[in-house]
């Protein structure tokens, strides 16, 4: 009798049925399973990409693929014991593995989180402040914020290991919403509210001064047309005046920090290598502190438009290779904001558990897909991903059509 009591008391404690999930559950399925494959494949491809690849392998790519074996260790380990509870409605594995699934559930979202934050710092710097990138994040730079993402976030999450438990409204486990306060407020607000505040204003840093430094190149521009021009006599009136000297210095300081940015994208991934970019910009600085003769004194029988399309093209590339990439990581920031600004409101809304059980789970499946969406954006937004997913895929369907074909 006491037994049949404690079994019942267990099945209690790890059981999530309800009749309104009854049906849902068959969707959250569907859903774990497609974010399983797709997780595990597109994770896995971006890892064996960046080691296959030599483009690939740059310092900023070493944060990409920390941020694809958070998400790996979601989708191949955790998300199909998520699958199994909503199937069975019901957590199977008992209390220690429940506590395991919980520690490392919140390990790979704080990774996650710290990525993101190192991602946009590294963005800023790049482009802002190149020397100060070179330092913090060199080789044996990588190496330490790397390890230590993994250690900050275990040691945030370890002493939360009594308090994980099998939470019914989600169908997982995950600390409790009492027992853990006030370290778990203390904790979300860091993370979720401190930190995504972070990587939201590095972002608006990289678009305020992507966005000047645009405007200094247009400035450029119209003053070459308009230094061009000018007849030869008036350009030699300059001389006395000392205005011509002033133009060289104008554009010799708007351009350094095109200069800058041309510079920065060796670091981009790209499908473009970073040599044509250093080319423009060491281009740009020779015309900007060696005048070509359209800005001087240039006879009349010389023809500008040769000179003008060297400069402008590569830089405008270089330009553009910057906002494409720094779109690229903006967009997988508000991909993970979308996947759980919702989840945490109705947490924070719902202290009392009245919202519908439906609700509940509905939003907690949406954070799924923060773990497989990821490498989809890189494949849609970065050509040079695109292209070595695409060896990648053509090699391992090889066997396949050799089979076909004989």
Same mark, same amino acid.
């Given at each position: ?24 559950? %068959? ?14 494949? $597109? ?5 064996? !990409? ?13 944060? /990409?693929?920390?941020? !694809?074996?958070?998400?790996?260790? %979601? ?38 989180? /710290? ?25 044996? $730079? ?10 900050? $976030? ?42 995504? $505040? ?62 800058? *940015? ?6 981009? +991934? ?12 060491? *281009? ?14 240039? +006879? ?53 558990? #009245?919202? +519908? ?37 053509? #090699?391992?369907?090889? +066997? ?7």
């Amino acid at each position: 009798m006491l037994m049949n009591h404690t079994n019942h008391t267990e099945d209690d404690l790890f059981s999530c049925y309800s009749p309104s999930v009854v049906g849902y559950r %068959y969707f959250a399925v569907l859903w774990g399973c497609a974010v399983t494959i797709t997780g595990t494949a $597109g994770n896995l491809m971006t890892i064996l !990409a960046f080691a296959l690849d030599s483009r690939l392998k740059t310092r900023f790519n070493v944060l /990409i693929v920390n941020l !694809a074996v958070a998400d790996l260790l %979601y989708c191949t380990i955790l998300q199909p014991i998520s699958v199994d509870s909503y199937l069975h409605l019901r957590w199977r594995a008992g209390q220690l593995w429940c506590r395991i699934f919980g520690l490392l559930l919140f390990l790979s979202n704080s990774v996650s989180i /710290i990525t993101l934050c190192l991602i946009a710092v590294s963005r800023y710097l790049l482009v802002a402040k190149r020397a100060v990138f070179d330092r913090v994040f060199s080789n044996h $730079g990588l190496v330490l914020l790397i390890i230590s993402s993994w250690a900050f $976030g275990l040691a945030s999450f370890g002493p939360l290991w009594q308090v994980y438990v099998f939470v019914p409204q989600v169908c997982t486990c995950s600390f409790h919403r009492t027992r853990g306060r006030p370290y778990t407020t203390i904790l979300l607000f860091l993370y979720f509210f401190a930190g995504l $505040g972070c990587v939201g204003a590095f972002y608006l840093l990289i678009y305020r001064h992507v966005l000047v430094a645009s405007q200094a190149l247009l400035r450029y521009r119209i003053s070459r047309r308009s230094s061009r021009r000018k007849p030869a006599s008036s350009a030699q009136r300059t001389d006395d005046s000392g205005v011509e000297s002033g133009v060289v210095k104008t554009c010799t300081s708007e351009m350094s920090s095109q200069a800058d *940015l041309a510079q920065s994208t060796d670091e981009i +991934p790209s499908e473009k290598s970073s040599k044509p970019i250093h080319s423009a910009a060491a *281009l740009m600085s020779s015309t900007a502190n060696h005048p070509t003769p359209d800005i001087i004194s240039s +006879p009349p029988s010389i023809k500008p438009a040769p000179i003008t399309a060297a400069p402008s093209s590569p830089s405008s590339s270089g330009d553009d290779e910057i906002k494409r990439v720094t779109r690229m990581c903006f967009t997988i920031f508000m991909c993970f904001v979308f996947c759980f600004v919702p989840f945490i409101l109705l947490n924070i809304a719902d202290k009392h558990n #009245r919202a +519908p059980h439906v609700l509940h789970m509905f939003c907690a499946n949406l954070t799924w897909l923060n773990s497989c969406i990821n490498p989809v954006l890189y494949a849609v937004m970065n050509p040079q991903f695109r292209q070595a997913y695409h060896v990648l895929l053509t #090699r391992a369907a090889a +066997p396949f059509t050799c089979f076909w074909t004989s």
